[in-house]
């Protein structure tokens, strides 16, 4: 399903994905990604990195 973009109104039927840190105020990072409009780079979004959460959960299974 395809929306648009409320910067450039350009129809958004993908998204371009950045990694970037997120910090929160007692200062501990995540790992997470925006999700932008590929025609203006305009964040429509952002989360935690879902793979990365994975990753570090089964990482620390794996260390018990």
């Known amino acids: 399903m395809a929306g648009k973009c409320p910067k ?3 129809t958004v039927s ?6 970037v840190e997120g910090r929160a105020p007692s200062g501990q ?6 999700l932008n409009c ?6 429509l979004s952002a989360q ?13 299974l794996k260390g018990r």
Request: hydrophobic share 40%; with cysteine.
């Open 8 to 10: 450039c109104e350009a």
């Open 14 to 19: 993908s998204l371009k994905i950045t990694g």
């Open 29 to 34: 990072g995540w790992k997470c990604i925006t």
């Open 38 to 43: 590929p025609s203006c780079g305009t964040v």
């Open 48 to 60: 935690i990195d879902p793979v990365a959460i994975k990753t570090d959960i089964v990482n620390a």
